[in-house]
C-alpha cells in the first residue's frame, strides 16, 4: 500500500506583485516506503511550499514528484488531490465542526459499504485510543483528541504517503511530547510512509528517520537523525 | 510561536492553483449572473442614446429641472436629518447610561421595519388636519377648529423629508454606534488630558475617526431615499424617481423614463462611491482592538433627558405608525368585515414572490461567491464579477425596472414565437419582476455567503480533497453544512426585503398581480383607506424579523460587529 517518496528537481513558484517568485528550486528528495521523512527549517524556507506540492495545491513549475510508480506532478501532469493517495494532518486539525469524531474518520471512506466502513472506523478510532470518543463532536474534544482523530481520518483510506504540517505546534509541551511517541509508533507499526514539516528539532529527531534541512529553497542536508 | 504560526497559515492560505474548485460551468454561470446584474444600466444608456436629441432637450427643458431640485433637496435634508438622529442617538446609547438604555440600544433600529411608504402612509392619516395628533394638540390648547390652529401641512417636501428622515436613521445609527463602540478609550482620555472638554473630545477625535462609518450610513440612508417611490409620492414630491414612474405609466415614453433613470444612475453611482470610500477608511479605523469607551453615568434630569431625547425617534419612526396600524386593524375587524378576496390573494402573491426571489437569489448567491473563493490564480476576475453581481442594491427599483424592461421584452418575444405562444410569457408569469427582485437583493447572500466561506478555514477544503472528495462533493458535504446559519440569515433577509418592494413590483407586475404593497399603494393613491393598515400590518410584522436577528447579532457582539447588512 505504502509506497516511495522520489523528487527530482523541483520548482515551485508563485505569481506575486511582481512577476514569478521562485519559493523552491532544485530540489530534490528521495524517501524509501515506510520510512518518516522530516523538512526541518525556518519559516519561509520553503518547506510547507514543498508539501502543498505533493499534495496538490501547488504547480510543480519544473522537475517532477512521484509516489511509488505513480507520476503526481510535472509541469505538464498534475494530479487532482483526491486522486493522489496522500494524506495528511494539518497544524489546525481541520476536522470537520458539523461532523463527530466517527464521521470525521469515515469521511474519506465512502467507497466502502457501510459495514465495512464502520469497521474500518472502529479500527481506526481504537489505533488511536478514542474509540470510546466515537459520537463526540470536534469542540468536545482537547486539543490531543483533535489531532488523534485528525491522524485516524487521515490513516483512514489507507493513503500511500502520509504528510504532517507542524501537526503538534498547537499542543501544550507535555502533550505534545507523548503524542509525538505515539504517533511515532502508530505509523512504524502500519509501516506508513511520512513525511513531516516542522520547525521543531527535537520533534524532528524524536519523529523522524531522514531529516532534511532545507535552506532558501534547497535540501542542504539529508541525513539519518543522532542517535539512530 | 504566533508569528511562525501565522506564517505558516499565509502560505496555506495562498490562491491555491491547481485545486479548481469551481470549474468552467461555475464560472459561466458567475459571469452570467454578473452580466444579468449589469444588463439594465447597458439597456437604459442604450435606450437614452437612441431617443432623438429634441426629446431629450424636452425633457431636460420642461420635467428634469424641477425633479432633479426636488431629489437634491429631499436628499440633503434626509441625509441632515438622518446625520443628526443617528449619530446623537449612536453617541448618547454608547457613552451614557441613563434609564432604559439596555432597551433602547436595539429599540432605535426599529424603524429599520418600517418601509418608507408605510410610515407615510399611516403619518398622512395621523396627522390629518382632522385627525387625532392634531385634534389632541387644539384640545389641549383650547381651539376647536381646524382653522384657527393646523400643524405644517404634511404634503411637502418638509414633510417627506421628516417621515424619510425618522426611519432612515437607522442605517447611521448603526454604523456610528459600532464605531463609537470600537474606539479606543485612551484617545479620547488622551484629548480631554490635552484640555479639550467632553464635547471638544466628541467634536475633534471621535466625530472624525467616525466619519468614514458616517459616510457608509448616510449612502445606504440616501440609496433607500431615491429608491422610494410610495412616501415621495403619496406626500406629492415629484421626485426623480416618481417621474421615471409617471413618464413610463402614464405617458408610455420609455425612452424619456430611460433618460430620466440615467440622470438617476449618476446620483446613484456618486452614492456608492461615497459608501466604498467610507467602507475601506472604516476598515483601517476599527482594525485595532483596545479598551473600548465606558458609559458615564448620568443622573436626574441630565438622565431623564437623555432617556427622552433617545426615545423619541423611536416612537415617531416605529412605536406611533405601530400602533397606528393595530388600531386601524382592529377597528377594521371589529367593523364585522372580513379580509376581502383581493386582500387574500395579494398575500399569497406576495409570499409566492418573495419565496421565488429567496430562491433565486440564494442559489444566485452561492454561485458567485462560491466561485469567488476558489478562482485561484484568475482572481481578479472573479472579484470584479462578485462585485458587480453585488452592485443591484444601489439602483433604484424604478431605474432597474425600466432597465430591464427593454431586454425583458426582447426576450419575451423571442421565447414566445419560439414556443408559438401568443404574449409575453416571462412578462405575465412574473419572472421578470423576480428577476428584478433578485438582481436589487443578490447583494445581501452574495455578502452573506461570502463571509460565511471566509470563516470556513481552506483547511478544511485541502482535508477533504485529499480524502478523496472532488470539489463538487467537498462543497455538498462541507460547506453547504457548514453555511447553513450564513445562507439562512440572508435568505431571510432576501425574503422580507421582496415582501416590501414597491417601485420595481409597481412597474413590472403582470396585469390583475396585487401584492401587499402595491395594494398599500393602491388605496393610499385612491385615499380609501380601507384595507391598507392591515396589509402594511403583515409587512412590518414580516420585517420585524431581521431587525431582531439584527438587533441579536449585535448585541452578542459588542466589540466587532459586522458589517452591517445592506438595505
Known amino acids: 500500500m505504502t509506497a516511495a517518496l522520489h523528487i527530482e528537481d523541483l520548482r515551485l513558484a508563485y505569481d506575486g506583485a511582481r512577476g514569478l517568485h521562485v519559493v523552491v528550486d532544485g530540489f530534490n528528495l528521495h524517501l524509501e516506503a515506510g520510512r518518516i521523512g522530516c523538512l526541518l527549517g525556518p519559516s519561509g524556507c520553503g518547506k510547507t511550499t514543498v508539501l502543498r506540492a505533493i499534495a496538490g495545491f501547488e504547480p510543480a513549475r519544473a522537475g517532477r514528484i512521484r509516489l511509488g510508480e505513480v507520476l503526481l506532478s510535472s509541469p505538464d501532469v498534475h494530479l487532482p488531490p483526491e486522486r493522489r493517495r496522500v494524506g495528511m494532518m494539518f497544524q489546525e486539525y481541520a476536522l470537520f465542526p458539523h461532523l463527530n469524531a466517527a464521521q470525521n474518520v469515515g469521511f474519506g471512506l465512502r467507497h466502502l459499504q457501510r459495514a ?36 485516524a481520518r487521515a490513516l483512514a483510506p489507507s493513503p500511500a504517503l502520509l504528510l504532517l504540517d507542524e501537526p503538534f505546534s498547537n499542543l501544550d509541551g ?35 528517520d531522514h531529516v532534511g534541512v532545507m535552506h532558501d529553497g534547497r535540501l542542504t542536508r539529508w541525513s539519518e537523525p543522532l542517535g539512530h | 510561536m504566533t508569528e511562525r504560526s501565522t506564517a505558516v497559515s499565509r502560505v496555506w492560505l495562498r490562491p491555491r492553483a491547481g485545486l479548481h474548485a469551481a470549474g468552467p460551468a461555475w464560472r459561466l454561470a458567475s459571469l452570467a449572473i454578473a452580466l444579468g446584474v449589469l444588463a439594465p444600466a447597458a439597456a437604459l444608456l442604450w435606450l437614452a442614446l437612441d431617443a432623438d436629441f429634441s426629446h431629450w432637450l424636452h425633457l431636460a427643458r420642461h420635467v428634469l429641472p424641477q425633479a432633479a431640485l426636488n431629489t437634491a433637496l429631499l436628499l440633503t435634508g434626509v441625509g441632515a436629518l438622518v446625520l443628526v438622529i443617528g449619530t446623537g442617538c449612536a453617541w448618547l446609547v454608547t457613552t451614557c447610561d441613563f434609564p432604559g438604555r439596555r432597551v433602547l440600544h436595539w429599540a432605535l433600529l426599529l424603524p429599520l421595519a ?39 401641512d404634511l404634503r411637502s417636501m418638509g414633510g417627506a423629508v421628516f417621515v424619510l428622515g425618522v426611519v432612515l436613521y437607522p442605517y447611521v445609527y448603526m454604523t456610528a454606534r459600532a464605531m463609537f463602540m470600537t474606539q479606543p478609550a485612551h484617545l479620547m482620555e488622551a484629548a480631554r488630558s490635552l484640555g479639550e472638554s467632553r464635547w471638544g473630545a466628541f467634536r475633534r477625535v471621535a466625530l472624525p475617526l467616525a466619519r468614514p462609518a458616517l459616510a457608509v450610513g448616510l449612502s445606504l440612508a440616501l440609496l433607500e431615499t431615491l429608491n422610494d417611490i410610495g412616501a415621495s409620492e403619496f406626500l406629492g414630491v415629484n421626485t426623480l424617481t416618481v417621474a421615471v414612474y409617471t413618464t413610463w405609466i402614464t405617458r408610455s415614453d420609455l425612452a424619456g423614463a430611460a433618460q430620466i433613470a440615467c440622470a438617476m444612475l449618476f446620483v446613484v453611482v456618486a452614492l456608492v462611491l461615497l459608501e466604498r470610500h467610507g ?17 458615564r453615568r448620568l443622573h436626574g434630569a441630565t438622565a431623564w433627558g437623555a ?34 378576496q383581493g386582500l387574500i390573494a395579494s398575500l399569497g402573491n406576495t409570499l409566492a414572490l418573495a419565496l421565488g426571489v429567496t430562491v433565486m437569489a440564494v442559489v444566485a448567491g452561492l454561485i458567485v461567491a462560491w466561485t469567488t473563493r476558489s478562482a485561484g490564480s484568475t482572481r481578479n476576475r472573479a472579484r470584479w464579477q462578485a462585485r458587480a453581481a453585488t452592485l443591484g442594491y444601489a439602483v433604484p427599483g424604478t431605474v432597474l425596472a425600466i432597465g430591464l424592461l427593454s431586454p425583458a421584452l426582447a426576450v419575451d418575444a423571442g421565447l414566445a414565437s419560439l414556443l408559438g405562444l401568443a404574449g409575453l410569457p416571462l412578462m405575465s408569469l412574473g419572472v421578470v419582476l423576480a428577476v428584478a427582485c433578485t438582481i436589487r437583493f443578490l447583494a445581501m447572500p452574495v455578502g452573506g455567503i461570502e463571509a460565511g466561506l471566509s470563516r470556513i478555514p481552506p483547511a478544511l ?83 420585524l424579523l431581521p431587525v431582531v436577528l439584527l438587533a441579536r447579532s449585535q448585541l452578542h457582539t459588542p466589540v466587532a460587529p459586522d458589517t452591517p447588512a445592506l438595505p
Open chain 1, 116 to 151: 465495512a466502513r464502520s469497521a474500518r472506523v472502529a479500527e481506526m478510532l481504537a489505533l488511536v485510543g478514542l474509540a470510546d470518543a466515537r459520537a463526540r463532536y470536534p469542540h468536545e474534544l482537547s486539543g490531543g483528541q483533535q489531532q488523534r482523530i485528525a491522524l
Open chain 1, 174 to 208: 507535555r502533550t505534545r511530547e507523548r503524542l509525538t511517541v505515539e504517533v511515532r509508533d502508530i505509523l512504524r507499526r502500519a509501516g506508513q510512509t511520512a513525511m513531516l514539516v516542522t520547525h521543531n528539532e527535537a520533534e524532528a529527531q524524536t519523529m523522524a
Open chain 2, 114 to 152: 418600517m418601509p418608507t411608504y408605510i410610515v407615510a402612509f399611516a403619518y398622512l392619516d395621523l396627522l390629518h388636519p382632522i385627525g387625532p395628533v392634531q385634534g389632541a394638540i387644539r384640545w389641549l390648547l383650547g381651539y376647536d377648529s381646524p382653522r384657527q390652529f393646523r400643524l405644517p
Open chain 2, 279 to 295: 467602507r475601506r477608511h472604516q476598515r483601517y479605523g476599527s482594525a485595532q482592538r483596545m479598551r473600548a469607551v465606558q458609559p
Open chain 2, 307 to 340: 432617556t427622552a431625547l433617545a426615545t423619541l425617534p423611536v416612537l415617531i419612526g416605529f412605536v406611533a405608525p405601530a400602533l397606528y396600524l393595530l388600531w386601524e386593524t382592529f377597528k377594521r375587524l371589529q367593523q364585522g368585515h372580513g379580509l376581502s
Open chain 2, 461 to 543: 477544503e485541502q482535508a477533504s480533497r485529499l480524502l478523496g472528495e472532488t470539489a463538487q462533493g467537498t462543497l455538498r458535504r462541507v460547506h453547504l453544512p457548514l453555511l447553513r446559519p450564513a445562507i439562512a440569515a440572508s435568505a431571510l433577509l432576501v425574503f422580507v426585503d421582496a415582501m416590501k418592494e414597491l417601485p420595481a413590483t409597481l412597474l413590472l407586475r403582470p396585469a390583475n398581480f396585487d401584492t401587499l404593497a402595491t395594494w398599500l399603494y393602491a388605496e393610499a393613491a385612491r385615499g380609501t383607506y380601507e384595507e391598507g393598515a392591515i396589509a402594511a400590518l403583515g409587512i412590518v410584522v414580516a420585517g
